[in-house]
């Protein structure tokens, strides 16, 4: 098995093949796959940029000769992914590493984001004191701030490329001593204001002997989610906290796209649904928040985030794409409503209580999901411990049911 090391050996050669010796120099078997496309490479690949092209579909005559910058990035991003996908399934990859600015940053992490939990991911770039999400997406990836450019090596490059490549070599060789024990694995969606039911729920399910994971629903945690449910690392879901729907579809800043709420519908594996936070989209700083929503209710959670309270309007086309959703579900499904309020913020006296916009959504919902959706209605809030246990009881008869129960 070797490290694999992505970047553009036409101009970044120097710094890959250092790389490359400090791994070697530890023992550590290295494969470079050149995603170069103007130039020769600086030191000799094992895969070359030609055959990272072909991978793609496309030649690397072609791709110079359209001279199309942002094409040529995405072919060698599609071919470096199906090669390092290849590489892993037939035992050959364990761990993989880029370097480089935006461009091959764009590249290898789009591999990397390929690739399962758990395989080390590492990209040393110029793009990782910023916004890093289009590069991690909701995929282990870490990022290194390079700091300086990667043109060249000085002594500070030097220093920071070594420390990535060892970062590597530790992820590598120290297996950590932790007990695993293979129990049935419920994923659960959470947010702030959905705190206290996430936590009762959760406790629930353990003391009954499944395995937690909780999602914090900022869009990446809903995502990701989705993702480990297409790869079967989860056998069944509690989500309680559907607020990145509203965030999809207000236009806030913390939305999981519009395939969410699908995984679990496509691969029929029990899920419990339910409408945790959905009377909030988020914003960041106060003052970024777009003008059009100017009129709008507003709870400043910090200086950071900013909570705007969804319409009735909202909420019923919310409660109707939702519904549609589940309505998808080959598996069984219930759905749980909150009917005393949605959040922490969705309670008497507190600033989001707004019983006519959770009517729209509640009553939107009933009328959109068909007969095979199973309906709890409960007078509580989220948060009350009693709502929580009978969502998490309600799973836990599914699991059982499905025959994936402890």
């Known amino acids: 098995m070797a490290v694999v090391i992505v970047g553009t050996l036409d101009t970044k050669g120097e710094e ?12 550590v078997a ?10 020769e490479p600086g030191i000799e690949p094992d895969t070359t940029a030609g055959e990272v092209a072909e991978a793609a579909g496309t030649t690397l005559e072609d791709l110079r000769e359209d001279a199309d910058r942002g094409e040529a990035m995405e072919a060698m991003g599609e071919g470096a992914t199906a090669i ?11 761990g993989i590493m880029g370097l480089g600015g935006s461009g091959n940053t764009s590249i290898a992490t789009t591999a990397m984001r390929a690739l399962p939990v758990g395989v080390p991911k590492l990209m040393v770039s110029t793009m990782a004191s910023g916004d890093t999400e289009p590069y991690v997406g909701a995929r282990d990836i870490m990022m290194l701030y390079s700091v300086a450019d990667i043109e060249g090596l000085n002594q500070l490059s030097r220093q920071v490329i070594a420390n990535a490549a060892l ?14 024990e293979e ?36 869009g990446t945690g809903g995502r990701a989610m989705e993702s480990l449910i297409r790869e079967g690392v989860i056998d069944g879901v509690l989500d309680i906290t559907t607020t990145e729907w509203a965030d999809e579809f207000v236009g806030g ?6 395939d969410r709420l699908d995984a679990a519908a496509e691969t029929g594996i029990p899920q419990v649904v339910s409408t945790g936070a959905l009377d909030m989209v988020n914003f960041g700083p106060r003052e970024s928040v777009p003008e059009k929503f100017d009129d709008r209710l507003f709870h400043i959670h910090n200086p ?12 019923a086309e919310l409660g109707g794409i939702i519904g549609e959703k589940l309505n998808a579900a080959t598996g069984p499904t219930a759905l749980a409503l909150p009917l005393g309020g949605v959040s922490m913020l969705d309670v008497e006296g507190e600033d989001f209580y707004d019983p006519e916009a959770d009517a729209a959504l ?8 068909d007969d095979d959706i199973e309906l709890i209605e409960m007078e509580t809030d989220i948060n009350d411990d009693v709502f929580a246990e009978k969502m998490a009881e309600q799973l836990d008869e599914y699991m059982q049911a499905a025959g994936v129960g402890p």
């Open 362 to 369: 509640f009553d939107a919902l009933r009328a959109t999901i």
């Open 30 to 39: 290295v494969h470079v796959i050149d995603t170069g496309v103007v130039g």
């Open 167 to 180: 970062a590597m070599v530790g992820m590598l060789t120290n297996e950590p001593d932790v007990e695993v």
């Open 16 to 27: 890959i093949g250092f790389t490359r010796d400090v791994l070697e120099a530890q023992g």
């Open 304 to 315: 950071q985030v900013t909570l705007m309270r969804t319409t009735a309007e909202e909420n």
């Open 253 to 258: 800043v913390l939305n999981a796209g519009p």
């Open 84 to 94: 390092a996908e290849r590489m892993h399934e037939a035992g050959d990859l364990s």
């Open 183 to 218: 129990k049935p694995t419920i994923g659960i969606t959470m947010f702030g204001v959905t705190t206290p039911c996430a936590k009762t729920a959760r406790a629930y399910l353990e003391d009954r002997g499944y395995e937690t994971i909780v999602f914090h629903a900022t």
